[in-house]
């Protein structure tokens, strides 16, 4: 079945990195764009950015243009999400799934999610 497993997340000083992996099964990575969208407590979710399945990059969130970016490794059935200069701001629970494209089509899966805490 199709799965979607987030990691790599964890508590950060701010202006520090992180970098969450999405891992994929149960379906071919080439065909599909991700997107990584976050929920923190008390907020509605937030669309990050997206890569198409030809690796073109969509911002949904201008707060995190220049500091955040995503790359995917079909091979490895993995896409990642390099966050740098992290602020408090960022903290949530961060998510990847599945869509058709990276404009104008919603999720048809998604993970249980990686906490990442940007907090001195």
């Known amino acids: 079945q199709v799965q979607l497993v987030e990691s790599g997340g964890g508590l950060v000083q701010p202006g520090g990195s992180l970098r969450l992996s999405c891992a994929v099964s149960?379906?071919?990575?080439?065909?599909?764009?991700i997107g990584w969208f976050r929920q923190a407590p008390g907020k509605e979710r937030e669309g990050v950015l997206c890569?198409?399945?030809?690796?073109?990059?969509?911002y949904y969130a201008d707060s995190v243009k220049g500091r955040f970016t995503i790359s995917r490794d079909n091979a490895k059935n993995t896409v990642y999400l390099q966050m740098n200069s992290l602020k408090p701001e960022d903290t949530a629970v961060y998510y990847c799934?599945?869509?058709?494209?990276?404009?104008?089509?919603?999720?048809?899966?998604w993970g249980q999610g990686t906490q990442v805490t940007v907090s001195s």
């Open positions: 149960g379906f071919t990575l080439d065909y599909y764009a």
């Open positions: 799934g599945r869509k058709g494209t990276c404009r104008g089509a919603s999720y048809d899966s």
């Open positions: 890569i198409s399945s030809s690796f073109v990059t969509t």
